[in-house]
């Protein structure tokens, strides 16, 4: 499956997987649903570890743990570019993707990569659309590599929601910009969340963009879930917030990190 392109239309697509196996049905409230989810890579450890994980329709969870605990490799599982050694995966068919370094073509315009494979009279319409409303609307025409690291970041979202996904996943989508696009792009996104209703799931190495994003946070620790936390819905949330404080607490102590 391309970046940011969705693997069908509509529907849940339960994927059940020959080893081990177990009764892959997602649960009625789940739009993604993983039981017992290992994968190991040739004869090593386990990566992903008899992993159970349950996310609701329009759910926003927040991916976070050290580097090689595994959070790209449940994110390319869950979007179907990596297999399964073990156990079940249901999520429904509509899927896109947005990694850190957007992925978009550079011998296509903007707007080309938007719709790409998409077809219809109206592609162009659809995309500067979509362009308009993740603040691209002035580069419809332009070259990727002409874009700036936030733009770029932009229209690898415009190119994911465009195909109205129910589960959108974000591979660190600004782990490579400064503060302030950082802060800009969080905003967005959970802009666009609220909009558009698609579920999420976010990786991310920084607690605070976990904190300020999502609904739930996930830690996983060399393959395993060390930490399901719910984080209260309240929105727009900020730094100096004692629930906000206390639940940074929480995660840099599952992290194994001490706030001082
Ligand atoms: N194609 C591969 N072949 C062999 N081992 C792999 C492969 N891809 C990932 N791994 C191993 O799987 C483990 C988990 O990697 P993964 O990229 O999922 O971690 P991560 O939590 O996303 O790390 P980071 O935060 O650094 O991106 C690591 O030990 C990594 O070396």
């Avoid at 707007?111 to 659309?129: F, H, K, T």
């Avoid at 770029?152 to 974000?170: C, D, K, S, Y």
């Amino acid at each position: 499956m391309a970046a940011g392109s969705p693997a069908g239309a509509g529907g849940m697509n339960a994927v059940v997987m020959p080893d081990g196996m177990r009764d892959g049905v997602a649960p009625a409230n789940g739009v993604v649903a993983i039981n017992g989810l290992t994968r190991r890579f040739g004869r090593g450890p386990a990566v992903l570890d008899s992993l159970d994980l349950t996310i609701a329709p329009g759910e926003f969870v927040a991916l976070l743990g050290h580097s090689g605990s595994g959070k790209s490799t449940l994110l390319r599982t869950l979007a179907g570019l990596d297999p399964v050694n073990e156990g079940t995966l249901s999520r429904p068919d509509a899927v896109s993707v947005v990694f850190q370094d957007g992925r978009l073509l550079p011998w296509k315009r903007v707007w080309e990569n938007v719709v790409l494979g998409q077809a219809g009279a109206d592609r162009r319409d659809r995309a500067i659309a979509m362009l308009e409303e993740v603040g691209l609307g002035h580069r419809v025409d332009a070259w990727p590599l002409t874009l700036s690291g936030g733009e770029t970041q932009r229209a690898a979202l415009a190119r994911a929601l465009v195909r109205r996904p129910a589960f959108l996943m974000l591979d660190e989508p600004f782990a490579a910009l400064d503060a302030l696009a950082r802060l800009k792009m969080q905003r967005l996104v959970s802009r666009l969340w609220a909009r558009h209703g698609c579920a999420v799931l976010l990786v991310t190495h920084d607690v605070d963009e976990a904190l300020m994003l999502a609904d739930r946070a996930i830690v996983l620790d060399r393959g395993r879930i060390r930490t399901d936390m719910a984080i209260a819905p309240e929105r727009p949330r900020h730094h100096a917030d004692p629930g906000f404080i206390h639940l940074r607490g929480v995660l840099l102590d599952a992290l194994g990190v001490q706030d001082d």
